[in-house]
């Protein structure tokens, strides 16, 4: 029961009830901002998966819109092209069937001379050396000054070649008004005769003396299109040399020598009757603008554009506003010879992203995003490359395939505005969704804190009955008790508190008769452990001294110095540092006569037991070499049968690798299992031979002799042969790392040619580096013999 002098519990920090508030209220905030959180994840996540949806879908119709779009575009270039390719050869086939008919070639023309004298009569142009008939006809014919006889007039040859030609009256004017839209259409004769009938009529050869001087004195075909005819001289030798298998070759844009225009030209061969030759061409002009109005009618978006390309780059067609956007610049490479090209090339746009942009075949449909500057701004494009028919293509000098692409660019922002539309209305979406979210955390809160502050000062009243008994108890009122009517817990805690008050009350009074109890009970226990640690002390120096004993005779029966050195042809070396007191590693130097006999072993673990194993091993093998057996195998199984009887009377489950080198005459041979022998060669080589099958470990088996086998190693002057127990090559340095197999063939390689002493002192102190600080888990021992 609760007194006036208890103190009162206040609601602090430091209280139970601001403690449960704490842990309840954290409790439950953890979790509404942990489901909350996860809720709001949600929303998000749906919001970028709805929008990541959304622009897929939006981007994937763009895409296609836009691949679409150029599909088309390069279609109807394609279908001009196609068309006007069309009209040339039915010029070229009416031309090629006179030409294959001569009989009638002669009608036609003698016909049309007669009924038309204008297509084929000419007049002598004094002051340009040419001659050309009257206007009138339906075509302008031209005769150049070097296919004039002396009074000016044609030659017979190329009178004829005017008459024949005049079928081009009858032909042209119909194609000329059917069909795509043409420029003009002409007939040009062969090389030797090159007389140029155009239809419809101009002033033909007065625009060529303006716009080329001194043409009218050098060879037509060589001056206006060099290297042009010698392609279809071959093409008539081959027809398979041809770049595209058609007879139609297009010339790159350049200003007409009659109308001034910019024009592309189509020509089509014709051939002599027994097709080895070249007998004039067919051909027709289009002008630029008529390429130029299928790509100028591009409108894509607001401001997308499109634009038609050689695959040099060179841009043939382009609206004004399309090639400021993609910086181009126009230059003319206007000469003395040879028609005027137009040069407007991607190569030298002042917009890298353009000067780069590949136009091969890997590139065709694909859709490419570049960055433009705009008035200093970085503004995203998209760009689409359509690849057309590839044609056969002149521009000054041999024929080449050509495959021209139609390019549709558009700001991403204008493609995409529905895309950044829908984007847009996800997100306020999403942000509403989030604030009510937020909202409704927030008022959880509230009231949960209510909540749990309504009822912490119910659930915690037996716990603040407790801690003011207990601060009674504190303060020695032993009489103190606790009353706590609830069931649970806590009032199990009160009636546990109400016992231990009366025990403690008990054992004051009777404290002191405890205390005389303890401490004579501690006395006892005192003198009983000062007898036990004398005992152990006494343990300790006697196993100390039986350990230095045996470490004492372990050492003396190693080889001693003066036996190395006494040993003819030989260098030996040897250093052994066992991980205890005692080792379990063996070497011996046996030397019978001119017999020396090496051995090397490793005792299973580590200690006394193993010492003492391995002081048997000497002794068993100091008595057989004694005995002069110098059989190998015979050595070795007799050891190990004697070495198996000692092991089965201690009792001990011990065994030991165990190998010997036996010298000779030059001559070593080796037996038994142990680890890898390392030999060095005279020069450098370095060689490493397998025990594994030479023997089985020694004190396994009562009877080897099936497992043991031997093995002759030649060992030549300056030679070096190393043993060692794994206790080298498992070294360990901090990272647990191995010293290794590498590591020791490296240490002796890298002091080939010194004697055995430095070899060893070497090794020793690189495996000593790499362990550091570690501390040695198994016993060293290393035997480095050197052939002088």
Same mark, same amino acid.
């Given at each position: 029961?609760?007194?006036?002098?208890?103190?009162?519990?206040?609601?602090?920090?430091?209280?139970?009830?601001?403690?449960?508030v704490?842990?309840?209220?954290?409790?439950?905030?953890?979790?509404?901002l942990?489901?909350?959180g996860?809720?709001?994840?949600?929303?998000?996540?749906?919001?970028?998966?709805?929008?990541?949806?959304?622009?897929?879908?939006?981007?994937?119709?763009?895409?296609?819109?836009?691949?679409?779009?150029?599909?088309?575009?390069?279609?109807?270039?394609?279908?001009?092209?196609?068309?006007?390719?069309?009209?040339?050869?039915?010029?070229a086939?009416?031309?090629?069937?006179?030409?294959?008919?001569?009989?009638?070639? @002669?009608?036609v023309?003698?016909?049309?001379?007669?009924?038309?004298?204008?297509?084929?009569?000419?007049?002598?142009?004094?002051?340009?050396?040419?001659?050309?008939?009257?206007?009138?006809?339906?075509?302008?014919?031209?005769?150049?000054?070097?296919?004039?006889?002396?009074?000016?007039?044609?030659?017979?040859?190329?009178?004829?070649?005017?008459?024949?030609?005049?079928?081009?009256?009858?032909?042209?004017?119909?194609?000329?008004?059917?069909?795509?839209?043409?420029?003009?259409?002409?007939?040009?004769?062969? #090389?030797?005769?090159?007389?140029?009938?155009?239809?419809?009529?101009?002033?033909?050869?007065?625009?060529?003396?303006?716009?080329?001087?001194?043409?009218?004195?050098?060879?037509?075909?060589?001056?206006?299109?060099?290297?042009?005819?010698?392609?279809?001289?071959q093409?008539?030798?081959?027809?398979?040399?041809?770049?595209?298998?058609?007879?139609?070759?297009?010339?790159?844009?350049y200003?007409?020598?009659?109308?001034?225009?910019?024009?592309?030209?189509? !020509?089509h061969?014709?051939?002599?009757?027994?097709?080895?030759?070249?007998?004039?061409?067919?051909?027709?002009?289009?002008?630029?603008?008529?390429?130029?109005?299928?790509?100028?009618?591009v409108?894509?978006?607001?401001?997308?554009?499109?634009?038609l390309?050689?695959?040099?780059?060179?841009?043939?067609?382009?609206?004004?506003?399309?090639?400021a956007?993609?910086?181009?610049?126009?230059?003319?490479?206007a000469?003395?010879?040879? $028609?005027?090209?137009?040069?407007?090339?991607?190569?030298g746009?002042?917009?890298?992203?353009?000067?780069?942009?590949?136009?091969d075949?890997?590139?065709?449909? $694909?859709?490419?995003?570049?960055?433009?500057?705009?008035?200093?701004?970085?503004?995203?494009?998209?760009?689409?490359l359509?690849?057309l028919?590839?044609?056969?293509?002149?521009?000054?000098?041999?024929?080449?395939? %050509?495959?021209?692409?139609?390019?549709?660019v558009?700001?991403?922002?204008?493609?995409?505005a529905?895309?950044?539309?829908?984007?847009?209305?996800?997100?306020?979406?999403?942000?509403?969704?989030?604030?009510?979210?937020?909202?409704?955390?927030?008022?959880?809160l509230?009231? $949960?804190f209510?909540?749990?502050?309504?009822?912490?000062?119910?659930?915690?009243?037996?716990?603040?009955?407790?801690?003011?008994?207990?601060?009674?108890?504190?303060?020695?009122?032993?009489?103190?008790?606790?009353?706590?009517?609830?069931?649970?817990?806590?009032?199990?805690?009160?009636?546990?508190?109400?016992?231990?008050?009366?025990?403690i009350? !008990?054992?004051?009074?009777?404290?002191?008769?405890l205390?005389?109890?303890?401490?004579?009970?501690?006395?006892?226990?005192?003198?009983?452990?000062?007898?036990?640690n004398?005992?152990l002390?006494?343990? +300790?120096?006697?196993l100390?001294a039986?350990?230095?004993?045996?470490?004492?005779?372990?050492?003396?029966?190693?080889? #001693?110095?003066? %036996?190395?050195?006494?040993? /003819?042809?030989?260098?030996?070396a040897a250093?052994m540092?066992?991980?205890?007191?005692?080792?379990?590693?063996?070497?011996?130097?046996?030397? +019978?006569?001119?017999?020396v006999?090496?051995?090397?072993?490793?005792?299973?673990?580590?200690?006394?037991?193993?010492?003492?194993?391995?002081?048997?091993? @000497?002794?068993?093998?100091?008595?057989?070499?004694?005995?002069?057996?110098?059989d190998?195998?015979?050595?070795?199984?007799?050891? +190990?049968?004697?070495?198996?009887? +000692?092991?089965?009377?201690?009792?001990?489950?011990k065994?030991?690798?165990?190998?010997?080198l036996? !010298?000779?005459?030059?001559? $070593?041979t080796?037996?038994g299992?142990?680890?890898?022998?390392?030999?060095?060669?005279?020069?450098?080589?370095?060689?490493?031979?397998?025990?594994?099958?030479?023997?089985?470990?020694?004190?396994?088996?009562?009877?080897i002799?099936?497992?043991?086998?031997?093995?002759?190693? /030649?060992?030549?002057?300056?030679?070096?042969?190393v043993?060692?127990?794994?206790?080298?090559?498992?070294a360990?340095?901090?990272?647990?790392?191995? !010293?290794?197999?590498?590591?020791?063939?490296?240490?002796?390689?890298?002091?080939?040619?010194?004697?055995?002493?430095?070899?060893?002192?070497?090794?020793?102190?690189?495996?000593?580096?790499?362990?550091?600080?570690?501390?040695?888990?198994?016993?060293?021992?290393?035997?480095?013999?050197?052939?002088?």
């Amino acid at each position: 029961m609760k007194t006036d002098s208890e103190p009162t519990p206040r609601f602090g920090l430091r209280s139970f009830r601001a403690k449960f508030v704490l842990v309840v209220g954290g409790a439950v905030l953890f979790d509404l901002l942990l489901s909350g959180g996860l809720a709001l994840w949600n929303v998000q996540e749906l919001s970028r998966d709805a929008t990541s949806e959304v622009g897929e879908g939006l981007t994937t119709a763009n895409q296609e819109y836009i691949r679409s779009y150029a599909d088309s575009t390069a279609l109807s270039v394609d279908l001009l092209l196609d068309r006007v390719h069309g009209d040339v050869k039915a010029l070229a086939g009416v031309l090629q069937a006179q030409i294959d008919d001569p009989v009638r070639q @002669q009608q036609v023309g003698a016909t049309l001379s007669h009924d038309a004298p204008g297509s084929v009569k000419v007049v002598y142009d004094t002051q340009g050396d040419w001659a050309q008939n009257l206007p009138g006809a339906p075509s302008v014919v031209s005769v150049w000054g070097y296919l004039l006889g002396a009074d000016h007039s044609p030659l017979p040859g190329v009178q004829q070649e005017i008459e024949d030609s005049t079928v081009i009256d009858l032909v042209a004017p119909t194609l000329m008004a059917s069909g795509s839209s043409k420029l003009q259409m002409y007939y040009i004769g062969p #090389k030797e005769r090159p007389i140029f009938r155009t239809v419809p009529y101009t002033d033909q050869a007065q625009t060529f003396d303006r716009l080329y001087p001194g043409h009218n004195k050098a060879e037509f075909w060589e001056f206006f299109f060099p290297g042009i005819y010698g392609s279809w001289q071959q093409w008539a030798k081959d027809p398979a040399s041809r770049p595209v298998p058609d007879d139609i070759t297009q010339t790159a844009p350049y200003t007409d020598a009659i109308t001034g225009k910019l024009i592309v030209s189509f !020509f089509h061969p014709l051939w002599t009757r027994d097709r080895t030759g070249i007998a004039g061409t067919a051909g027709a002009d289009i002008t630029l603008d008529q390429l130029a109005e299928v790509v100028e009618r591009v409108k894509i978006a607001e401001t997308g554009f499109g634009f038609l390309t050689m695959s040099t780059g060179n841009v043939v067609a382009i609206n004004p506003s399309g090639q400021a956007i993609i910086g181009l610049t126009s230059s003319s490479d206007a000469g003395t010879q040879g $028609v005027t090209g137009l040069e407007r090339s991607l190569r030298g746009s002042t917009q890298p992203a353009i000067a780069s942009l590949p136009l091969d075949q890997n590139n065709d449909g $694909v859709i490419q995003h570049i960055m433009l500057d705009n008035k200093g701004e970085r503004v995203p494009y998209i760009v689409v490359l359509k690849r057309l028919k590839p044609t056969n293509l002149w521009s000054s000098g041999p024929i080449k395939s %050509e495959t021209m692409s139609v390019g549709i660019v558009v700001p991403e922002r204008e493609i995409y505005a529905s895309l950044f539309a829908a984007q847009e209305s996800i997100s306020r979406a999403t942000n509403r969704i989030l604030l009510f979210q937020i909202a409704a955390i927030v008022v959880s809160l509230l009231i $949960v804190f209510a909540a749990v502050l309504g009822i912490s000062k119910r659930i915690t009243a037996g716990l603040r009955a407790l801690a003011s008994a207990a601060q009674r108890l504190q303060s020695k009122d032993y009489s103190v008790r606790v009353s706590i009517p609830t069931r649970d817990e806590v009032g199990a805690a009160g009636i546990a508190f109400n016992r231990m008050a009366e025990e403690i009350s !008990f054992h004051t009074e009777n404290l002191e008769q405890l205390v005389d109890e303890r401490t004579r009970e501690l006395g006892d226990a005192n003198q009983e452990i000062s007898a036990l640690n004398e005992k152990l002390r006494d343990e +300790n120096v006697r196993l100390g001294a039986e350990l230095a004993v045996a470490r004492q005779i372990q050492m003396m029966v190693l080889p #001693k110095p003066f %036996e190395l050195e006494a040993i /003819p042809g030989l260098e030996i070396a040897a250093y052994m540092r066992p991980a205890d007191e005692v080792g379990g590693d063996y070497y011996d130097v046996l030397q +019978n006569g001119s017999r020396v006999k090496i051995g090397i072993g490793d005792v299973t673990g580590h200690g006394l037991e193993s010492g003492v194993l391995m002081l048997m091993v @000497q002794s068993v093998a100091r008595a057989l070499q004694e005995t002069n057996e110098a059989d190998p195998h015979q050595f070795l199984n007799r050891l +190990n049968k004697a070495i198996y009887k +000692n092991i089965e009377r201690t009792n001990t489950n011990k065994h030991l690798s165990l190998a010997f080198l036996d !010298f000779e005459d030059e001559r $070593v041979t080796l037996s038994g299992q142990h680890e890898d022998v390392l030999v060095v060669r005279a020069d450098g080589e370095v060689e490493r031979i397998d025990t594994l099958d030479l023997g089985l470990p020694v004190g396994l088996e009562h009877d080897i002799s099936q497992f043991i086998d031997t093995r002759d190693i /030649p060992f030549g002057s300056g030679d070096v042969i190393v043993l060692h127990t794994d206790g080298v090559t498992e070294a360990e340095d901090q990272d647990r790392r191995l !010293f290794g197999f590498e590591r020791l063939s490296q240490s002796v390689q890298k002091r080939h040619g010194r004697s055995a002493e430095d070899i060893k002192t070497g090794i020793i102190e690189d495996l000593m580096a790499h362990i550091g600080i570690q501390k040695i888990h198994d016993d060293i021992t290393l035997v480095i013999i050197r052939h002088t």
